[in-house]
């Protein structure tokens, strides 16, 4: 126990509850500083990104990308029988991978001295946690982050479909599926899913996938999910699904019945019993806990971070607000809080897209109307050399007579790697002849940002 824990009859600096990727941030960096703390996690460690979310997403679509490579290569003149991807073997590899990242986590605990309990936690009162046997754990900060779960709609027959945690249960590619919503998930599972061989229609209430993402780019994209085979029901409310022949399950009042239905519809925050009321803690109408800029809660030495709060559901920002709150409570960083503007993110669609910043129209609400666009629209080398129809769409989005770059807007090939360099010289405030004056590397797709006209 450390001196101020001991000094208060604490028995911890910080109890953590929730070992995802913001509370196992936040353990590690308040270790790091000396704080005594406990950490409790009733599931596998690594939350949802590790176990059901951006790990093994990543791994789909990585061997949704090999697959695609590979109809590619038959373009370009590579001979031979087409390989089929044996499912249940790359499950193995992919599950492996994972539990080398439980099996990480697990040492690093060890090392930092952090207690860790495979409990569920709720809150007694502002400085006490009690563990599923009932054992209370006192400490001078607590740090909700207990993440989300998928979201069902409520619907007549909802309990008919999947979510995305069920699609890491597949051992093979279903031969029909619908998916419905057109967020994130929807647009990268059903992008895997046509590539890993299944017959895809996406249902999506809106006119357009994506809400928030720049329009032409989206439009880009549906066009090349078009010419990929995935059928897109745009404007198209699910009202309810019921069962077809055998196994399979319909939309209500569409004829198309299908192997599986994923509702990709959004996720809701872990505070059920999570004692929340007793802490004094506040909700919004979501559920979703309230905090300040500061990740504090109203009830004082109660935070929370990450998807249980209503934020960017992103797995780099949980780990960045995590950190910065630790290093403000025990390093003494009295500003330390995570600036929430200008975070990078990418759906990995096929192929990818990234965006940082404001598209033209957050611009022009935000900013006045002095905003400028400029564009390259081009096939990338390896798709015009297969004589491929896919194309790319990148934009940049200035503002002022010196066209300051507040918007970064790439969808292609290797968009999802090239974004991050562009993020760090965005944040930094750089301008569209910071960018001309930069030298191109050819042949790239990148050098397009740099050439853009
Ligand atoms: C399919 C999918 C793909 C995604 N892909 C990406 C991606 O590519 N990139 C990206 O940045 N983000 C991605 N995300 C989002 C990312 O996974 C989340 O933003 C991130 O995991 C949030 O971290 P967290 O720590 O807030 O919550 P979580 O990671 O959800 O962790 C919360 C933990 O709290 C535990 N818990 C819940 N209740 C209690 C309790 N009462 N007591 C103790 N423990 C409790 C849970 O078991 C869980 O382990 C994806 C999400 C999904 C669903
Ligand atoms: N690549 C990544 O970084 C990545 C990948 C996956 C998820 N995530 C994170 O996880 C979050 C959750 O992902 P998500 O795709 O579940 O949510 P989302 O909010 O991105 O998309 C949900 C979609 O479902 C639609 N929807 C909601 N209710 C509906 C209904 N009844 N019928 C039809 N459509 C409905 C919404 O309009 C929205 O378009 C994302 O917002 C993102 O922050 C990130």
Redesign the pocket.
């Known amino acids: 126990m450390s001196a101020g824990a001991a000094r208060a009859g604490l028995d911890f600096d910080l109890v953590v509850i929730g070992g995802g990727s913001g509370g196992l941030a936040a353990a590690f960096r308040a270790a790091e500083h000396g704080a005594r703390v406990a950490l409790l996690e009733p599931a596998e460690l690594g939350g949802t990104c590790v176990n059901v979310?951006?790990v093994p997403?990543k791994a789909m679509w990585l061997a949704a990308h090999v697959s695609e490579r590979i109809e590619l290569a038959a373009q370009l003149g590579f001979d031979g029988p087409a390989p089929k991807l044996d499912w249940c073997e790359f499950v193995t590899h992919r599950q492996r991978y994972i539990a080398n990242i439980h099996a990480s986590y697990r040492r690093r605990l060890d090392a930092a001295g952090i207690v860790t309990v495979a409990s569920r936690g709720r809150l007694l009162d502002p400085r006490t946690v009690e563990c599923a046997d009932g054992v209370r754990l006192r400490a001078a900060h607590v740090v909700i982050a207990t993440g989300g779960r998928?979201r069902r709609?409520s619907?007549p027959g909802a309990e008919l479909g999947l979510v995305?945690e069920d699609f890491f249960r597949f051992t093979a590619a279903p031969g029909r599926v619908a998916i419905?919503?057109?967020?994130?998930?929807?647009v990268?599972l059903s992008g895997i899913l046509r590539a890993l061989g299944s017959e895809v229609e996406l249902?999506?209430?809106?006119p357009r996938l994506l809400?928030e993402f720049d329009d032409e780019l989206v439009e880009r994209l549906q066009e090349n999910y078009h010419q990929a085979g995935v059928v897109l029901h745009l404007g198209c409310?699910?009202r309810g699904l019921e069962r077809a022949d055998g196994d399979r399950v319909r939309a209500a009042g569409h004829d198309t019945a299908f192997d599986a239905v994923l509702f990709?519809?959004?996720?809701q925050p872990n505070t059920e019993d999570l004692g929340l009321e007793a802490a004094g803690v506040t909700t919004t109408d979501g559920g979703y806990v309230c905090v300040d800029p500061w990740q504090d809660t109203v009830a004082a030495g109660v935070h929370a971070i990450g998807d249980v709060t209503d934020r960017?559901?992103?797995t780099p920002v949980a780990i960045a607000a995590a950190r910065r709150l630790m290093d403000r409570i025990f390093a003494g960083q009295a500003d330390a809080r995570l600036d929430y503007d200008n975070v990078p993110?990418?759906?990995?669609a096929h192929p990818p897209l990234g965006t940082v910043g404001l598209t033209a129209a957050q611009a022009r609400a935000r900013l006045g109307d002095d905003v400028h666009e400029y564009h390259a629209d081009f096939r990338d080398m390896l798709h015009a050399l297969a004589d491929v129809p896919q194309r790319s769409l990148f934009k940049l989005v200035c503002v002022g007579d010196e066209r300051r770059v507040v918007g970064i807007h790439l969808l292609g090939e290797g968009a999802d790697e090239i974004l991050q360099g562009f993020a760090v010289a965005l944040k930094k405030g750089i301008t569209l002849d910071d960018l001309r004056e930069t030298v191109a590397i050819h042949p790239t797709s990148a050098e397009e940002v740099v050439l853009m006209r």
Not at 345 to 348: G, I, Q
């Open positions: 979310g951006c997403k998928p709609p619907i995305s419905v919503g057109g967020g994130y998930i929807g990268e249902f999506v209430r809106g809400q409310d699910v990709a519809t959004g996720r960017v559901a992103l993110t990418v759906v990995f």
